[in-house]
């Protein structure tokens, strides 16, 4: 079964400075990744997700993330946060290959900017 | 991408009530799924939900408990019976990835039992 380790549970960081949140699975077969994003008090949102093809996906505010298959990590990257990126960021795997696949979630990344 | 209606989007019940989450889909999708997202943890999938047949539960969750319906291939609901403090959580629904889904979640259901 497919797991996700978030290996930074807080990630603290000023305003302006670049971020980096690290993602890696268990698999080593095809997967699609995602990362998403929770505000306080609000659902997910889908910040970018690699389905295929470059294996640096740029997503939604100024965030993006690389693939690297042979170290099986989905690492999401930002140059510059803002202290609006202060939320809870979960990387999650979804299995291509079988049909019906839920995603499995990683454990959470808080990041909180400070001012 | 799908787009996913889900409701309540909060409430707060007695305990030994039960509480019945909706969502639905503005596309027709064969599969749907149920997550719990309990107080400052990750998400966890509770089961499977398919179109025609049960829903398929993961380890540490039952039928009794939670049970699902899937009356047809825009809407699932949700249920939390038997409600205690320790069911407090977010319950999300989404959609197969792997079916352009667009995977979206829904807006989730924050439940609080008192």
């Known amino acids: 079964a497919q797991s996700v380790t978030q290996l930074d549970s807080q990630v603290p960081v000023f305003e302006e400075a670049p971020v980096e949140l690290r993602c890696n699975y268990s698999?080593?077969?095809?997967?699609?990744l995602f990362w998403y994003v929770q505000y306080p008090n609000q659902g997910l949102q889908l910040l970018l997700k690699?389905?295929?093809?470059?294996?640096l996906v740029k997503g939604i505010n100024g965030f993006e993330a690389e693939f690297n298959k042979s170290q099986t990590s989905f690492h999401l990257r930002k140059p510059s946060v803002h202290i609006s990126d202060t939320a809870e960021y979960f990387c999650?795997?979804?299995?291509?290959?079988?049909?019906?696949?839920?995603?499995?979630f990683g454990p959470g990344t808080r990041l909180s900017v400070l001012p | 991408s799908a787009v996913i209606s889900q409701k309540p989007s909060r409430d707060i019940c007695q305990r030994g009530t039960s509480l019945t989450i909706q969502c639905q889909v503005d596309?027709?999708?064969?599969?749907m799924f149920w997550y719990r997202q309990q107080p400052g943890q990750s998400l966890t999938l509770i089961a499977t939900?398919?179109?025609?047949?049960?829903?398929?539960?993961e380890s540490g969750f039952v039928i009794d408990k939670f049970p699902i319906s899937r009356p047809n291939l825009t809407f699932s609901t949700l249920t939390v019976s038997n409600m205690s403090p320790e069911d407090s959580s977010i319950y999300l629904c989404?959609?197969?990835?792997?079916?352009?889904?667009?995977?979206?979640f829904g807006s989730g259901t924050r439940l609080t039992v008192v």
């Open positions: 999650a795997v979804s299995d291509p290959d079988n049909y019906g696949q839920n995603f499995v």
């Open positions: 698999s080593s077969v095809s997967v699609y």
């Open positions: 690699y389905l295929s093809g470059s294996t």
């Open positions: 596309s027709q999708v064969t599969m």
């Open positions: 939900a398919n179109q025609g047949s049960e829903a398929t539960y």
């Open positions: 989404s959609l197969n990835p792997g079916q352009g889904g667009g995977y979206t």
